[in-house]
């Protein structure tokens, strides 16, 4: 008797638990992302990525005016296993501390490419001291380009790309990095479609132009900050 009792209460407490309503509290949702491509790809870049100007006497640099420094190079190599179609795209890291470098050229040698930033987009050196460092451009020269071993065509698009993208040529003949947002990618001789390719080799020019003295705090060293990502996209 005693054991029909403890059966029968116990199905009495589940039977109550069971019509209680259930408050709803916080929802969390789960995720599942990620992409599958034809191909993955490997970027390289040689010394580390890094420019490095070395150590600068104030006196070098223009009171009134801004100084424009050599152009240094770097290597850019991209492997992929099987031939894929891609994209390089720029992030600028110290994007507000751009300075409107006026009455220059960058020394592009494949055009002409004015510093003015109303003609063409450059990144930022950082600040010092508050103050703004200067400006720098990224670029490649055309006959440094190589997809598969052969001469391409730079081409560009403002947004990200489609399946239906309509791409145009670069604006300047050299392919012009030092812009947020701008999608860069090569065709064929003549063409305006972004070729598939298991390689590509070029070289990474890059320049750097110093604000006016008299708008540093050249009391204390002054360290050169850019920093900026290019992020390979498939297509």
């Not at 751009?98 to 020394?107: L, N, T």
């Not at 947002?181 to 320049?207: F, H, I, K």
């Not at 705090?217 to 990502?229: H, K, S, Y």
Request: proline share 3%; aromatic share 6%; net charge positive.
């Amino acid at each position: 008797m005693k054991a029909v009792m403890r059966k029968t209460l116990l199905a009495a407490v589940l039977a109550a638990t069971a019509g209680q309503a259930l408050a709803a509290g916080e929802s969390i949702d789960v995720k599942v992302i990620g992409q599958i491509v034809p191909a993955a790809c490997t970027a390289n870049v040689t010394g580390g990525a890094t420019v490095d100007y070395g150590t600068m006497k104030t006196s070098t640099l223009a009171t009134d005016d801004f100084t424009m420094l050599d152009v240094k190079t770097l290597e850019l190599s991209i492997a992929c296993e099987a031939p894929v179609k891609l994209a390089l795209k720029t992030q600028d890291m110290r994007s507000d501390s751009v300075v409107d470098i006026k009455g220059k050229q960058w020394g592009v040698k494949a055009t002409s490419v004015p510093t003015d930033r109303s003609q063409v987009a450059s990144l930022g050196l950082g600040l010092s001291n508050g103050k703004k460092i200067g400006a720098w451009g990224i670029w490649m020269e055309p006959d440094t380009i190589k997809a598969d071993g052969n001469a391409v065509d730079g081409i560009s698009l403002n947004s990200k790309p489609t399946e239906n993208t309509k791409w145009s040529k670069s604006q300047f003949i050299a392919t012009w990095l030092a812009k947020n947002g701008v999608y860069r990618s090569w065709a064929a001789t003549g063409t305006v479609t972004p070729v598939a390719l298991t390689t590509l080799t070029g070289t990474l020019s890059v320049q750097a132009g110093i604000n006016k003295a008299s708008e540093l705090d050249l009391t204390r060293p002054v360290t050169l900050d850019g920093l900026a990502t290019l992020q390979v996209y498939y297509l």
